[in-house]
């Protein structure tokens, strides 16, 4: 490594230099975008003499959001309620296959809403940063494949209902899909 002629001890070879120039780089990856972001001291942005700016209106958070949740709650109420139950109860299954569909689609939207709101509460944008984006984007594609899920089911198969009414029945199905 060292080269004892010309140069003398204690010298680098020309290879070594090369060497070290070409490990400067590391290999290790840059993490600073995914830390949190601390806090302002005192919880206090900008100072006495600046003009409050009010937040952009947002229809999809806040208190439209509250409302979107507690229609789609007041909403699942007699569907989930009388839907499946009626067709377990009396052994046939529900007529109307878009009645069928409503209730996943519904159930689906109103789980959706309420992780949207356990994403602002307790992960919010300007403390996690990137972290607040990724949930928000893997909560949407869990709802994706959710609502391929819904779609799935209610065109191969015979809807939510059909499979209330196996599981509550105890039947077993000849589809490999109910089998537990």
Same mark, same amino acid.
């Given at each position: 490594?060292?080269?004892?002629?010309?140069?003398?001890?204690?010298?680098?070879?020309?290879?070594?230099?090369?060497?070290? %120039?070409?490990?400067?780089?590391? $290999?290790?990856?840059?993490?600073?975008?995914?830390? @949190? #972001?601390?806090?302002?001291? /005192?919880?206090?942005?900008?100072?006495?003499?600046?003009?409050?700016?009010?937040?952009?209106?947002?229809?999809?958070?806040?208190?439209?959001?509250?409302?979107?949740?507690?229609?789609?709650?007041?909403?699942?109420?007699?569907?989930?309620?009388?839907?499946?139950?009626?067709?377990?109860?009396?052994?046939? %299954?529900?007529?109307?296959?878009? $009645?069928?569909?409503?209730?996943?689609?519904?159930? @689906? #939207?109103?789980?959706?809403? /309420?992780?949207?709101?356990?994403?602002?509460?307790?992960?919010?944008?300007?403390?996690?940063?990137?972290?607040?984006?990724?949930?928000?984007?893997?909560?949407?594609?869990?709802?994706?494949?959710?609502?391929?899920?819904?779609?799935?089911?209610?065109?191969?198969?015979?809807?939510?209902?059909?499979?209330? %009414?196996?599981?509550?029945?105890?039947?077993?199905?000849?589809?490999?899909?109910?089998?537990?």
């Amino acid at each position: 490594m060292f080269r004892t002629g010309l140069g003398g001890p204690g010298v680098l070879s020309s290879y070594s230099r090369n060497l070290c %120039l070409r490990r400067s780089i590391s $290999l290790k990856p840059n993490f600073s975008r995914f830390k @949190l #972001i601390p806090p302002p001291a /005192g919880g206090v942005q900008g100072d006495v003499n600046e003009a409050f700016k009010p937040p952009a209106a947002n229809y999809l958070e806040g208190s439209y959001h509250w409302y979107y949740e507690r229609i789609t709650s007041v909403a699942l109420i007699p569907m989930f309620a009388i839907v499946p139950f009626y067709g377990a109860l009396t052994g046939t %299954l529900v007529g109307f296959p878009i $009645l069928d569909a409503v209730l996943c689609s519904t159930i @689906l #939207i109103h789980g959706h809403l /309420g992780l949207t709101s356990c994403i602002i509460d307790y992960i919010p944008k300007r403390k996690f940063g990137i972290w607040h984006n990724i949930a928000r984007a893997m909560l949407l594609a869990g709802s994706v494949v959710g609502l391929c899920g819904i779609y799935e089911l209610e065109t191969n198969d015979n809807g939510l209902t059909d499979l209330v %009414l196996k599981l509550w029945n105890g039947k077993n199905s000849e589809d490999a899909n109910y089998r537990y």
